[in-house]
């Protein structure tokens, strides 16, 4: 069985936040091949879950405002997404921070605009294999 998983982006400029073996969650981002991360994140199936519910909320939200939402409430968060709405969709402005240290290099990158009826089915699928 494939582990949990969600992927947003393009093949130019992505985000994937994975579950490794279990308990293990990695965070992988590519821009252009030019600046990639990949590291490993200490987070619960539980965190992991409650982002996607949180996701999910605020993309269902009639406003469509901007949001912002991270995988873990603590210092300690590898992954904060911003979302501008843009048209039908979300463009996403991700904050990554390896091992939520701060004392490591930030990576900041911008996703284009993705549809919100795409969105709302990558975080569904996500929670649905989470929760299964």
Same mark, same amino acid.
Request: overall charge negative.
């Given at each position: 069985?494939?582990?949990?998983?969600?992927?947003?982006?393009?093949?130019?400029?992505?985000?994937?936040?994975?579950?490794?073996?279990?308990?293990?969650?990695?965070?992988?981002?590519?821009?252009?091949?030019?600046?990639?991360?990949? &590291? %490993?994140?200490?987070?619960?199936?539980?965190?992991?879950? $409650?982002?996607? =519910?949180?996701? /999910?909320?605020?993309?269902?939200? *009639?406003?469509?405002?901007?949001?912002?939402?991270?995988?873990?409430?603590?210092?300690?968060?590898?992954?904060?997404?911003?979302?501008?709405?843009?048209?039908?969709? &979300? %463009?996403?402005?991700?904050?990554?921070?390896?091992?939520? $240290?701060?004392? =490591?290099?930030? /990576?900041?990158?911008?996703?284009? *605009?993705?549809?919100?009826?795409?969105?709302?089915?990558?975080?569904?699928?996500?929670?649905?294999?989470?929760?299964?």
């Amino acid at each position: 069985m494939e582990e949990p998983r969600i992927r947003l982006g393009s093949d130019d400029v992505w985000l994937e936040l994975a579950r490794n073996d279990g308990e293990s969650w990695q965070v992988t981002a590519d821009w252009c091949s030019w600046l990639t991360a990949d &590291f %490993a994140a200490d987070l619960s199936v539980a965190e992991v879950v $409650d982002f996607a =519910v949180r996701m /999910l909320s605020h993309l269902r939200a *009639p406003s469509g405002g901007r949001f912002s939402a991270a995988v873990t409430p603590g210092r300690n968060n590898p992954l904060r997404l911003t979302a501008e709405p843009v048209g039908d969709g &979300f %463009a996403f402005f991700v904050r990554l921070t390896p091992n939520g $240290d701060d004392d =490591v290099c930030h /990576l900041q990158m911008e996703i284009d *605009p993705i549809a919100t009826s795409e969105l709302c089915e990558a975080f569904r699928a996500l929670h649905a294999a989470l929760v299964a």
